[in-house]
């Protein structure tokens, strides 16, 4: 009986070692997620500003690679004789 008693007085300390670490975790998680949220309150910075509009600028507006559009091309292009003649191409977004 006494292995027994060892045995769970042992998951118990690992049990609470667990509990232990998870509340760390969880503590520094909302210290974080606090800190994330006093930023996300403060108006954005001038600097931030002027570094997002510069990045928009080099970034392209159309997400899919230009491969993947081909290849939509040329796989359909009995139905796709219908709708190339509509001018989108010639629309630039900036």
């Known amino acids: 009986m006494s292995d027994d008693a060892t045995d769970l007085e042992d998951r118990v300390a690992e049990l609470e070692a667990t509990v232990r670490g998870l ?3 969880l503590v520094d998680a909302g210290e974080r997620i606090r800190a994330l949220e006093a930023e996300l309150d403060q108006p954005p910075s001038t600097d931030a500003l002027r570094q997002a509009r510069d990045q928009s600028a080099i970034e392209p507006a159309d997400d899919q690679p ?9 796989e359909d292009d009995a139905t796709t004789d219908d709708t190339d003649d ?8 900036a």
């Open 66 to 74: 230009a491969d993947e559009t081909d290849a939509e091309d040329t």
């Open 23 to 25: 509340t760390e975790e």
């Open 86 to 93: 509509s001018g989108l191409d010639d629309i630039i977004v």
